[in-house]
Structure formats: structure tokens, C-alpha cells
């Protein structure tokens, strides 16, 4: 009997090692997935892919604009910045008393992005997030009759009146810092650059308050930057960032 017990369990033995071997192979799947997670969002590009179509009707295919030059570029912008900016549309969408609840650290009111976040999920928002992201960004042409002025406070600022260069925060080529969530702006399209500008101008002049750019956060640092611009030169910055890539 002995001898049969031995027999068997000289036959098995293969078998269950085989097993054995196969279950780090199968632990292992998730973290290959993993990889192709956005870092930013935990989300899946690919998911975002199938739910971007509708987005396409107003910011083009692959978020590179060409519909309308008033509604921003979202190919290649930051998925922590377009997450933070659908984040607060949404809270847009809710009541005053229900906000504080949502945990809406900024809310933009905006009719059209109103009804276009209305019935995304958290997830939907992360893996739409992720997908622009993805996306190569095409940069348009500049203004070569104000490129001299817009480099200049692109670059420099205005050291007398206190106006910081746009490249400290923005980066050289305009592409941002994904981690602090300041936005691409390379590329940009200009009419919606500048009205963003004067949008968070107008927040500063109104002491931050009833803005739909600029009243929160970071964002009153742009705020404060805009109220030193005059309209001259900020029609000449976005001119400026829509050709810089």
C-alpha cells in the first residue's frame, strides 16, 4: 500500500508544481494592466476613447478644436487639470446647499458644459480625463503683428508692475506642470484664451467673488496676474500661446 501512496504522489508531484507556477503568471495580470492606467486619474485612456465622441461636437476630433474657436483645445492637456475643471462643472450643477456634500472645492457654472456633465459618473470624468490626455496636441498660428509683445510677457513679465512671467508656471514651450495642475497653453485656441483672461480679470475687479473663472484656489493666482493686463495685452498673449508648442 505504501508503495502505491509513493507511486501517486511521484506521479502528481509535476502536476501541482506546474500549478504552483502558473499562479505568479496570474497574480501578475493586473499589475501589467495597471501600467496603462493614467497616473493621475487611476483611470483607463482606452475607456475614455468610447465615451469621447460626444465631446467631439464641440472641442473636435481627438479634443483638437477646429468647431469653434471660443471652446478650448482638450488634445494633450493635463488629465489632472481637465478632471479638476469637469469636477467643477459638475458641482455646478448642484444645488448651493449640496456642494459643501460633494466635497466641491470649485464650482463652474456654465449652461453648455452644465448639461454635457450632468450624467457623468466620477469614473466617466477620470477616464475622460485620461484619453485628452492622451491625445497629440496640434498647435494653430500665431500673430507674427503682436509676437514681439506676447513673447515678451510670455517670457518675462513686467518686472515694474509685478506681472510674473507666464513660463514660470506654464513652462518654455507652453505644456504646463501636470502635478500642480497648471494647464497646457500651448497651442491654445486664441479667442478662447482671451476671453479665459478677461474672465479672470473681471473675478479680481469683482474681489473674487460670483466668478466663473478665478474665484477659488490656484485659480486666484490668475486672477490677480489678469487684473495687471490690459486688453491689448492680453489679446497679444493669446495670440502668442496659440502658436507656441
Request: aromatic residues 6%.
Amino acid at each position: 500500500m505504501k508503495r502505491v501512496v509513493i507511486a501517486l504522489a511521484l506521479l502528481l508531484a509535476p502536476l501541482i508544481a506546474g500549478a504552483e507556477s502558473d499562479a505568479p503568471a496570474a497574480a501578475a495580470t493586473p499589475a501589467a494592466d495597471s501600467a496603462k492606467l493614467d497616473p493621475f486619474t487611476g483611470a483607463d485612456p482606452a475607456a475614455g476613447a468610447s465615451k469621447a465622441a460626444v465631446c467631439y461636437a464641440c472641442h473636435g476630433p481627438g479634443g483638437n478644436g477646429g468647431v469653434n474657436p471660443a471652446w478650448p483645445k482638450l488634445a494633450g492637456q493635463h488629465s489632472s487639470y481637465i478632471y479638476e475643471q469637469l469636477s467643477a462643472f459638475k458641482c455646478g450643477t448642484l444645488p448651493a446647499d449640496q456642494r459643501t456634500a460633494a466635497k466641491c472645492s470649485d464650482v463652474r457654472v456654465n449652461p453648455v458644459m452644465a448639461g454635457q456633465v450632468a450624467n457623468l459618473s466620477d469614473d466617466d470624468m477620470r477616464a475622460l480625463a485620461a484619453y485628452f490626455a492622451t491625445q497629440k496636441p496640434v498647435p494653430g498660428l500665431g500673430d507674427k503683428a503682436t509676437a514681439a509683445l506676447g513673447d515678451k510677457l510670455y517670457r518675462a513679465g513686467d518686472a515694474s508692475r509685478g506681472l510674473p512671467a507666464c513660463a514660470a508656471c506654464h513652462g518654455p514651450s507652453g505644456a504646463g506642470n501636470s502635478a500642480a495642475q497648471f494647464p497646457r497653453v500651448g497651442g491654445q485656441n486664441t479667442i478662447y484664451a482671451a476671453t479665459e483672461l478677461k474672465e479672470y480679470r473681471t473675478c479680481a475687479a469683482n474681489n473674487f467673488q460670483n466668478c466663473d473663472r478665478g474665484g477659488v484656489g490656484k485659480a486666484q493666482m490668475m486672477s490677480t496676474v489678469a487684473s495687471k493686463l490690459s486688453d491689448a495685452e492680453i489679446d497679444a498673449l493669446a495670440a502668442y500661446l496659440t502658436g507656441l508648442n
